[in-house]
């Protein structure tokens, strides 16, 4: 089992940045791939980014490509996600997720992801 607690999340304007942080604890051993998604009110959950745990390769949604960057620390098994030059359109919950299989290239699908934390909030508004 792996659990996942983000943290981080807030209210923050237009233009702002944010930076949300995902502990990451249990078997961490079994983890290959690190996402985040986001669910806007009345949208389905969608990929934001990933990181591949052992490598730090990484792989972004085009809409969000050049203004948030992914990391991890494996020492203090926790994923970031620095969010800069913030949008009313990224006002959503903010999830982190884990994959445990090995897919090859880092995934945007949801079913790949075998767990998820409860979620953070994070609103972009003036």
């Known amino acids: 089992q792996v659990q996942l607690v983000e943290s981080g999340g807030g209210l923050v304007q237009p233009g702002g940045s944010l930076r949300l942080s995902c502990a990451v604890s249990g078997r961490t051993i079994t983890i290959y791939d690190m996402g985040w998604f986001r669910q806007a009110p009345g949208k389905e959950r969608e990929f934001v980014t990933a990181?591949?745990?052992?490598?730090?390769?990484?792989y972004y949604a085009d809409s969000v490509k050049g203004r948030f960057i992914i990391s991890r620390d494996n020492a203090k098994n926790t994923v970031y996600l620095q969010m800069n030059r913030l949008e009313p359109e990224d006002t959503a919950v903010y999830y982190c997720a884990a994959g445990t299989g090995y897919r090859g290239s880092l995934s945007s699908r949801l079913s790949d992801y075998d767990y998820w934390g409860q979620g953070t909030q994070v609103t972009v508004s003036s």
């Open positions: 990181v591949r745990w052992s490598s730090g390769s990484t």
